[in-house]
């Protein structure tokens, strides 16, 4: 069954550290990755896509990630997190066959320490 | 108002009531969802509606019954819910297009629902 794996549940950090969540997925057709990101309170937003061309993407707020398809994965970094950056990341991916399906990971919860 | 709205954002109901979500979507998009968050679970779709047609249906329980007027509403009815139907609902939509298939998914705020 297709399925989206995130390693990192829970992730604190201190500001300024940098940041690296792994998102591997199960599918060997065409797939387009998402990170989404959710801020306490807040509702998910879109952080970054990847449809083609390019597998090195960048989002918003200093986000960046990388598809890598011989590992299936499609991890997200930043270079140096702050305080701001607390919030719930969900990496999801959308598999075409006839029609199309996205599947979402459980979810990393980051806490950045001030 | 922008984006996907939903309302309400907080329901308390009894397993014996009716009520009805309501989402709206005011960016033009042609396909619609329903999802459930509950914790420490991936984000479970349970209903996709595309150009208001009802294309997917995950082996979601009778008692949540979508409904999708238009192709900017999309409303999930509740009756006889039981108390692990509570979570956070989510509505997101998107748009599809015949070449390229849909793109990134918008979505609301959730209604947090409580069933006691």
């Known amino acids: 069954a297709q399925s989206v794996s995130q390693h990192n549940h829970h992730v604190i950090l201190s500001e300024a550290a940098s940041l690296e969540l792994g998102c591997n997925y199960s599918y060997g057709g065409t797939v387009n990755l998402f990170w989404y990101v959710q801020y306490p309170g807040q509702h998910l937003q879109l952080l970054l896509k990847?449809?083609?061309?390019?597998?090195l993407v960048k989002g918003i707020k200093g986000f960046e990630a990388e598809f890598i398809k011989s590992k299936f994965s499609f991890n997200l970094r930043k270079p140096s997190v702050q305080w701001s950056d607390t919030a719930e990341y969900f990496c999801a991916v959308k598999v075409t066959s006839g029609t199309y399906k996205y599947i979402f990971g459980t979810g990393t919860r980051l806490k950045v320490l001030a | 108002e922008t984006g996907v709205t939903q309302t309400p954002r907080h329901l308390v109901m009894g397993m014996t009531n009716k009520k009805s979500l309501k989402c709206e979507q005011h960016l033009g998009h042609n396909a619609m969802y329903w999802y459930k968050q509950s914790a420490k679970k991936p984000l479970e779709l349970m209903f996709v509606y595309n150009f208001k047609e009802q294309t997917e249906n995950n082996s979601v329980p009778s008692r949540f019954s979508p409904e999708c007027p238009n192709s900017s509403h999309l409303f999930l009815h509740l009756h006889t819910l039981q108390p692990e139907d509570s979570a956070l609902y989510l509505c997101a939509s998107s748009q599809v297009s015949r070449g390229q298939g849909s793109g990134e998914q918008y979505f609301g705020p959730g209604t947090r629902l409580t069933v006691t």
């Open positions: 990847y449809f083609s061309g390019d597998p």
